[in-house]
């Protein structure tokens, strides 16, 4: 019943910017924890980064410095704002969501999955 419906991917030139969004059906203060992943063909699916309900975040080596995850409550909607993107930042990213008192470290709920393409 839990929908996390993303937006904001597409086509950007090295060195641009993009900004992804992952609106959810209910509050957001009904998760733990809200990230994203990333896959690109023949290569595992990797996390990018991370927020817990209190604002705690957390990135991936290769993205800090870069991206910045976020979120708006009244929104019930999470943010990655991604800097200074590289060719290899090309993926499928998908944003996850983690209910409360999940102890298996598996996402519980997933976004779509937007595109992001980065030419050089």
């Known amino acids: 019943q839990v929908q996390l419906v993303e937006s904001g991917g597409g086509l950007v030139q090295a060195g641009g910017s993009l900004r992804l969004s992952c609106a959810a059906s209910?509050?957001?203060?009904?998760?733990?924890?809200m990230g994203w992943y990333r896959q690109a063909p023949g290569k595992q699916r990797e996390l990018v980064a991370i927020?817990?309900?209190?604002?705690?975040?957390d990135y991936a080596y290769s993205v800090k410095g870069r991206f910045t995850i976020s979120n708006n409550s009244a929104k019930n909607t999470v943010y990655l704002q991604m800097n200074s993107l590289k060719p290899e930042d090309t993926a499928v990213y998908y944003c996850?969501?983690?209910?409360?008192?999940?102890?298996?470290?598996?996402?519980?709920?997933w976004g779509q999955g937007t595109q992001v393409t980065v030419s050089s």
């Open positions: 996850y969501a983690e209910r409360r008192f999940n102890i298996n470290g598996a996402p519980d709920y």
């Open positions: 209910i509050s957001i203060f009904s998760f733990a924890t």
């Open positions: 927020i817990g309900s209190g604002g705690n975040t």
